[in-house]
C-alpha cells in the first residue's frame, strides 16, 4: 500500500545570516527531500529575518519530517505549513519569451491577453510577457504557448502567505 503524494507550501521564518538558506537546502539534498519551487528574501531588516518559501511534495509522514527538521535548524525561528493552516493566497511571476510571426503572434498576443500577461519587451519576431497567477495558471499559460514560438521561460518561484487575520512571523515587544 502506498501513500499518496501531496504538495506543500511550507514558510520558513529564518535570521538573515550568511549561511542560513545553505543549511535549509543542505537539510532537503542530505535526505532526498524535493524542492519544486523555492524563493528567499529578507522581510524584517530590523529583527534581521528572512521568509523562505519552499514549495515541496511528499507523502504526509514525510512532510511532517521536512517541517520537524526544519524546526530543529539553528537560525531558524518559525515554521509554517501554509496548506495546512488554512487558506493562503501563492502567486509566482513568470517572464515567458516567444520567438514568432504572422497568425502565431498575433494568437501569442490573444492569449497573453486573456492571461493578463503583460509585454515587457517587443520586437519583430519576439515578445516576452510577464505574467503573475498561481502556478497552474503559469503552468497553463506555457502549455499555451508552447505551440506558438515558446523560446524562454523564467520563473521565480512561489511566494505564499495565509489569508486573513493571522499573522506568521515573531511578535514585535510593545513600544
Known amino acids: ?28 539534498s542530505g535526505r532526498g ?32 519530517q521536512i517541517k520537524a527538521q526544519l524546526k530543529r535548524l539553528i537560525p531558524v525561528h518559525d ?23 504572422g497568425e502565431r503572434r498575433t494568437e501569442a498576443l490573444r492569449i497573453a491577453d486573456s492571461f493578463r500577461a503583460r509585454p515587457v519587451d517587443t520586437t519583430a519576431t519576439s515578445f516576452v510577457f510577464e505574467l503573475t497567477g498561481s502556478p497552474e495558471k503559469i503552468d497553463a499559460f506555457i502549455e499555451l504557448m508552447r505551440p506558438l514560438g515558446l523560446a524562454e521561460v523564467s520563473r521565480t518561484g512561489i511566494a505564499a502567505i495565509g489569508r486573513g487575520p493571522s499573522v506568521f512571523h515573531l511578535k514585535k515587544e510593545p513600544v
Not at 531588516?45 to 511532517?64: D, W
Open 1 to 28: 500500500m502506498t501513500e499518496t503524494i501531496q504538495h506543500s507550501v511550507i514558510s520558513v521564518l529564518i535570521e538573515d545570516e550568511s549561511g542560513a538558506l545553505a543549511r535549509v537546502v543542505g537539510l532537503f
Open 33 to 64: 527531500y524535493n524542492i519544486e519551487s523555492l524563493t528567499v528574501a529578507l522581510v524584517d531588516a530590523e529583527q534581521k529575518l528572512s521568509r523562505i518559501t519552499v514549495l515541496t511534495s511528499g507523502t504526509p509522514m514525510v512532510i511532517q
Open 79 to 101: 515554521v509554517c505549513d501554509l496548506t495546512q493552516e488554512g487558506p493562503y493566497v501563492g502567486r509566482e511571476l513568470a517572464l515567458v519569451k516567444i520567438v514568432s510571426s
